[in-house]
């Protein structure tokens, strides 16, 4: 199975906090390191946490606030200063974002989002998709999805005579034939789910996260409040703790992690509490890793 791991670099809303670092989440699956969202001080955080940012290969960021994306500039000027020929990173923005602070273009490959997939790699995809935010900005949630894999009944298999490269013919054709038989893929196989984790960025609760979030492995929610500021939360277009577990519920996903937490909640177990309706939630903190 291929290495699928999440690592929290800053889980504050708006502001930092003395422990907690603007909006950033790293995921590295096999030989691939992909940034979302870079709020400022992310450079900082992946040296914290040992993520070397001179492997990125793209950065997403969900909608043109701040807090979100600060910290994206230094990081671009530390790749482009510490090495003579810096890897090329795709950078994935909501259009008016403000490119003109990037002084160094040269190996930055600007690629505006829009509703759908954006990124395909080997054995994987990135798609965006859009969430309710601002009212005037573009704002998106990403969902990162491995593909399925076809597996053996091996002893079924066997049984049937295939072996050695009837395996990888049966694959290829669909079907294979011994001693007269024809033998179909689907007899002798089944599919693995792909694992997949969501990303909403910051959101008001929305169809497009239920949607999105379907049978998640892990759906990364914002959580800016709890239920006794749901007036303020709806008036900024974000989330509260329980707000979030209804999501998660919804869309019947296996793990929550609420991050985006209010600099004002020194103690989180409110945050849990309103969370309580779903069944396996934790609050995310800056340097928590997750194996998918």
């Not at 910290?71 to 003579?84: A, D, N, V």
């Not at 790699?121 to 798609?127: A, D, L, Q």
């Not at 959580?223 to 007036?231: A, I, L, V």
Request: with cysteine.
């Amino acid at each position: 199975m291929f290495m699928f791991s999440i690592t929290f670099l800053g889980t504050s809303a708006s502001a930092p906090s003395v422990d907690r670092n603007l909006s950033s989440i790293a995921i590295k699956y096999e030989g691939n390191l992909f940034l979302f969202d870079c709020g400022e001080g992310t450079q900082r955080q992946m040296m914290k946490y040992t993520i070397g940012y001179g492997s990125i290969d793209a950065i997403f960021i969900t909608h043109n606030h701040l807090d979100h994306f600060l910290g994206l500039y230094g990081l671009i000027e530390t790749l482009h200063l510490t090495s003579p020929s810096p890897k090329p990173v795709k950078l994935f923005v909501p259009v008016g974002f403000p490119l003109g602070a990037i002084t160094n273009k040269k190996f930055v490959q600007i690629n505006y989002l829009k509703k759908g997939e954006v990124y395909k790699g080997k054995n994987f995809s990135i798609r965006a998709f859009p969430v309710k935010h601002s009212k005037i900005l573009d704002s998106f949630g990403f969902v990162f999805e491995e593909t399925d894999k076809v597996k053996f009944h091996e002893k079924e298999a066997k049984a049937l005579g295939i072996k050695g490269k009837l395996f990888t013919e049966i694959q290829q054709k669909g079907y294979v034939t011994i001693n007269k038989k024809k033998i179909k893929l689907a007899e002798i196989t089944w599919k693995k789910k792909g694992r997949k984790v969501v990303y909403t960025g910051d959101t008001a609760p929305c169809a497009e996260v239920v949607k999105a979030a379907k049978d998640a492995d892990l759906l990364i929610h914002e959580s800016t409040f709890d239920s006794s500021k749901q007036e303020e939360a709806g008036e900024r277009n974000h989330s509260t703790a329980k707000e979030a577990a209804e999501i998660a519920k919804k869309a019947n996903v296996k793990q929550l992690v609420l991050t985006h937490i209010s600099p004002r909640y020194k103690d989180f177990s409110v945050l849990l509490d309103d969370a309580k309706g779903f069944k396996n939630v934790k609050i995310a903190k800056d340097g928590l890793v997750l194996d998918i």
